[in-house]
């Protein structure tokens, strides 16, 4: 096989690493989005170019290296049309752009922290989401793919941008094993019994969120922050008796009281708090 030959198959190998890529990113997103909507959509990928102008675009840095991010971007429509929908099914009717924009971008994040396992597994390595947020469109080089996610008049479109760099690191140990081939499927009739996860979530069951417990909160004047020493006591906004706050990617999902574990902090669960309640933690 001479040096054409070659580089003609490396081309192609790296496409089918491309596109299960932004399949798996698809499935990931649609996975949010059930967790948050309680509905599957279907999604479908194909690889496109997003329009010039008029794409609200997120970065997702990786721990593989300078430069190795992946991009979101979503119209106007796409995007508040998620959100809100998010924030419905929460029982928040209406919904303002900035809170529908912050609910897909806790969608993207979610999407982010699947792919990142993913990632790591296929790699053999820790891979972690590193900085992200809004920002700039990718640019030119990188593989751009169209998400089609819902049917119908409730369709959203969506695209997802993958560095080369990102993709030559996964060629050598992607191509030819599982990445490119159907998930495994589960039995079917237990997945269908009551009180089992649906199979939309499946992807989301694996990653690793923080966990905080958060005691209070305080307002204070910048000249009274600068005031404070070592011995200083801050007054915070709970009383001793009432119950802390269990937080999960910095939104509120239980409440609980303070216990003491073989020497470590601890908290037992007296309340789980409603999805309307989680979702407002949100904005």
């Known amino acids: ?114 792919l990142a396992s993913e990632l790591g597994r296929k790699l053999g390595t820790e891979v972690s989401a590193g900085d992200s947020g809004e920002g700039q469109p990718p640019e030119a080089g990188n593989r751009v793919f169209e998400v089609q996610m819902g049917a119908g008049g409730a369709q959203r479109i969506s695209w997802v941008a993958f560095p080369d760099a990102l993709l030559a690191a996964l060629e050598p140990k992607t191509v030819g094993d599982s990445l490119t081939s159907p998930a495994p499927q589960r039995d079917t009739a237990a997945a269908a019994g009551p009180g089992n996860t649906p199979k939309s979530l499946d992807l989301l069951l694996d990653v690793e969120l923080p966990v905080s417990v958060s005691f209070g909160r305080a307002q204070l004047p910048l000249k009274d922050v600068l005031k404070l020493t070592t011995g200083a006591i801050i007054e915070l906004n709970r009383s001793i008796n009432e119950p802390v706050e269990l937080l999960v990617n910095n939104s509120v999902i239980a409440r609980g009281e303070v216990v003491v574990i073989e020497g470590n902090y601890g908290i037992r669960i007296q309340e789980i708090v409603s999805r309307e309640h989680r979702m407002r933690t949100l904005r």
Do not use: C, H
């Not at 040096?3 to 003609?8: K, P, V």
């Not at 997103?29 to 479908?44: D, H, K, Q, Y």
């Not at 419905?88 to 752009?97: D, L, Q, S």
């Open 1 to 114: 096989m001479d040096a054409g030959e070659l580089a003609a198959k490396g081309r192609r190998e790296m496409t089918v690493s491309a596109r299960s890529l932004a399949e798996r990113w698809a499935s990931a997103l649609a996975g949010a989005v059930s967790g948050m909507t309680g509905e599957a959509p279907p999604v479908s990928v194909r690889e496109s170019a997003p329009p010039a102008e008029g794409v609200l675009w997120w970065r997702q840095k990786y721990s593989l290296g300078e430069g190795v991010a992946v991009w979101a971007g979503a119209t106007r429509e796409s995007w508040f049309g998620v959100g809100a929908a998010a924030l419905a099914a929460a029982g928040i009717e209406t919904t303002e752009p900035v809170d529908a924009r912050n609910t897909w971008f806790e969608l993207l994040s979610q999407a982010s922290a699947v």
